[in-house]
C-alpha cells in the first residue's frame, strides 16, 4: 500500500482564491510527521510547513495551514489568497518513527496546482 | 548562507561510463540525504547518513549505485556503470537534526541522462 497518496494529480484555481490540495497517508506509528513542499518549474524543493502526529493544533505559516484530521489520516494543504507564483507542484511527505530517530522520508506523487488570472 | 551545493547541475554520458555526483550541505547540518527524481517513480529516497555515517542505504537500487559521506562538508553518490534507466533528477538535502519536524533543505538538483 501507498504511503502517500495524492489523488489530484492537477488542480486550477482562480488568483486570489483559496485551494485546498489533498493527502491521506498510511501508519500504524503513533509518532509521525507531515511535510509539504513546493516544487516550481525551475525545480528546487521548498520546504513549505510540518505537523507534528502529536500536535494539538493545525500548523499555519502565513498563506499556509495544514487541514490535519488525525482519525481520517489526511492532512489537507490549504492555500490562501494564491498568488500566480503559487504554480507549482506540490508534494506530501511523511517521516514515520519519529520517537525512534528515523529522518526518512516518503514522498507522494504530487499534485499540479495551476494558479489562473 | 549558502544552500545545499550541488554538481554538476547537469550530466550527459553515455551507458556503462562512470558518474559521481557531489554535495556540499549546509554548514552545521549534521544529516544528508540523497533522492532520486522520475516522472514514473517519483521522489525517491536512496541513502540518508547522520554524522557522516549511512543510516538506511534501502533505497539504493543496485551494486552500481554507491555513495559515500569522507566528511561532514562532502557526499558523493556515484554510478558504475551508468545505464540508461539512471536517467533522472538527483536530489541532495541537509538538515539538522534535533528531533521531530526538522525540514530537509534540497539542493538545485543534478539532471543526469544515460543514453
Known amino acids: 500500500a501507498q504511503k502517500i497518496t495524492q489523488t489530484q494529480p492537477g488542480m486550477f484555481v482562480q488568483e486570489k482564491e483559496a485551494v485546498t490540495l489533498d493527502c491521506t497517508y498510511d501508519?500504524?506509528?503513533?509518532?509521525?510527521?507531515l511535510f509539504w513542499y513546493k516544487q516550481p518549474s525551475s525545480g528546487e524543493m521548498i520546504f513549505l510547513i510540518y505537523q507534528g502526529s502529536y500536535d494539538q493544533q493545525n500548523a499555519t505559516e502565513g498563506r499556509y495551514s495544514l487541514n490535519f484530521q488525525k482519525a481520517r489520516k489526511s492532512a489537507n494543504l490549504v492555500i490562501s489568497a494564491s498568488q500566480l507564483g503559487d504554480s507549482a507542484m506540490y508534494f506530501c511527505a511523511m517521516r514515520e518513527g519519529l520517537q525512534g530517530g528515523s529522518e526518512k522520508l516518503v514522498f507522494g506523487k504530487g499534485t499540479k496546482l495551476t494558479v489562473n488570472p | 548562507d549558502a544552500g545545499v551545493i550541488q554538481s554538476p547541475r547537469h550530466e550527459v554520458t553515455e551507458m556503462g561510463q562512470e558518474v559521481t555526483l557531489r554535495c556540499k550541505p549546509i554548514s552545521g547540518h549534521n544529516s544528508l540525504f540523497w533522492y532520486r527524481q522520475t516522472m514514473m517513480r517519483g521522489l525517491e529516497l536512496l541513502i540518508y547518513f547522520n554524522n557522516n555515517v549511512p543510516i538506511d542505504d534501502s533505497g539504493m537500487p543496485e551494486d552500481r549505485f554507491s555513495a559515500k559521506m569522507p566528511n561532514a562538508s562532502f557526499s558523493t553518490l556515484k554510478i558504475q556503470p551508468s545505464e540508461p534507466r539512471d536517467s533522472a533528477v538527483y536530489f541532495c538535502?541537509?538538515?539538522?537534526?534535533?528531533?521531530?519536524?526538522?525540514?530537509?533543505?534540497f539542493g538545485p538538483g543534478t539532471r543526469l541522462t544515460v543514453l
Open positions: 538535502a541537509s538538515s539538522l537534526e534535533v528531533g521531530g519536524g526538522d525540514e530537509q533543505f
Open positions: 501508519t500504524s506509528d503513533p509518532s509521525y510527521g
